[in-house]
């Protein structure tokens, strides 16, 4: 059988990794600004991390949510407690698409509505409603566009209340920062607004951070910058530093009900052992603060290049727009430079190391990337 053929490739085969570097299989090791697309979040083969895993399977890997399982009663209440939202529930399942199919179907449970309101540019998975919420019709098949989506501008309050005036909408669904869209903050005043429009018309706002969330930003979740209170908060990505696990956070104010959601593998012992373990890092090496401070320098560093059209971004989720498509600086500065960055569209090059980024790596990349810039 050969692979089902559908992704672009870069051309490097990684066999292992530490820390901020990976290194490839003739022994080439490369800083790592990409973070396997924001998923490693307390590095590479954290040793902390290594050994909780190892503990976990050597005792129990795996049982069905039958059974009580204090690992996630655990993790439940150290996420609660590091991100600030002790009074919130928490629903483990395993990826960011399921987090948003999950948070969708429940706010439609909650307030028995059908329309969801989305943004230009959103992205939010690969599953029918997150797909159909998403503003690239490209990857809808024509089975995604049954659901009753409305886009609309991101930082346009206004358009939000026209939309919900019309009636039935049950959530809006708004990233903290757009990954795929090209790294653009929805902006305070912007939150504010959607958060108290959706109070007023008994629709739930569904905060996605599964790629601004867990530290990247310089906060816990991105949206805590404007201070509001989400009914719906979803994660993934830098959860498990590549185990797989995301998860909905619901508000106080809904009420579960036995059956209402489900999954076989979300919130298993090795999961939970995995974001546990990711928590316990974050906390003891204060990568939240390192995340805030070395992106704040970074940010700083490369408005400074020239030849660049703007710098966005918050914390280490940053992205760098060119007045031109960036594929063959993307490859000078793995080939030449060995760092591997990530891309949104054609013209952003996209941040997203490990928060465990140092300043120096940071100048490493900045003089990088203006030597390359030179010689294109
Ligand atoms: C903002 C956002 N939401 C949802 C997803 C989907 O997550 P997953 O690929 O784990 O399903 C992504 C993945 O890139 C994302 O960036």
Redesign the pocket.
Known sequence: MKLFDVYPLMDITPVSALGCYITDREGEKYLDLYGG??VISIGHSHPHYVKKLYEQLSRIGFYSNSVINPLQTQLAEKLGEMSGLNDYQLFLC???????ENALKLASFTNGKQRIIAFGK??????SM?VGA?DNPAIQAPINQNHQVTFVPLNDSRAVEVELKKGNVCAVIV??I???GGVRVAETGFLKDVEKLCRQHNALLIM?????GYGRSGRFFAFQEAGIRPDLI?T??GMGNGF?I?AVMIAPHISPRHGMLGTTFGGNYLACAAALAVLEVMEKEELIENARDTGAYLLAKLKEVKGIKEVRGRGLMIGIEFDHEVSSMRKALLQKKKIFTGLSSTNVIRLLPPLTLTRQMADTFVKALAEVLEDN
Not at 94 to 100: D, I, Q
Not at 122 to 127: D, P
Not at 208 to 212: A, G, L
């Open positions: 697309h924001a395993n990826s960011g698409a399921e987090a948003n959103a992205f939010h998975g690969r599953t997150a998403t990233e903290g757009q990954g795929v996605d951070e599964i790629q601004s979803t993934a990505k797989p995301g």
